[in-house]
């Protein structure tokens, strides 16, 4: 099964397929900060801040992470627009490895005991 990453940018692809149409940079963008609007709300539902819990009940963590999930898979159409893919990958392999020297995260890193890598 390919990593977390590579299902992320195969999404990207298959969306784009499905939706041929309105990829361009701009509305890949504004699809990216609706996306961001829509997780701002289960954020503040998280939090217990203003009306969310009275109004929409038990916060879901599912639904927020249904709106990280998206907000990921659309910050990497902007990649896959400008053919960045193999530059954040790579951008994040040495981010990780940065934290890893500076003994910011253990090396290797395993998921916690009952999650499987995502």
Request: aromatic letters at 6%; proline letters at 8%; zero cysteines.
């Amino acid at each position: 099964m390919p990593d977390t990453f590579a299902q992320l940018v195969a999404k990207v692809h298959a969306r784009t397929r499905r939706f041929p149409d309105h990829n361009g940079p701009f509305e890949r963008l504004a699809r990216l900060l609706e996306e961001a609007g829509e997780l701002a709300p289960q954020v503040n539902h998280a939090e217990g801040t203003g009306v969310k819990v009275a109004k929409l009940g038990r916060f879901d963590p599912a639904k927020m992470g249904k709106e990280i999930e998206d907000v990921l898979r659309t910050a990497l159409g902007i990649a896959v627009h400008y053919d960045l893919v193999d530059d954040v990958r790579a951008g994040i392999a040495a981010h990780y490895a940065n934290h890893v020297a500076l003994g910011l995260i253990d090396a290797p890193h395993d998921p916690p005991a009952g999650r499987s890598p995502r």
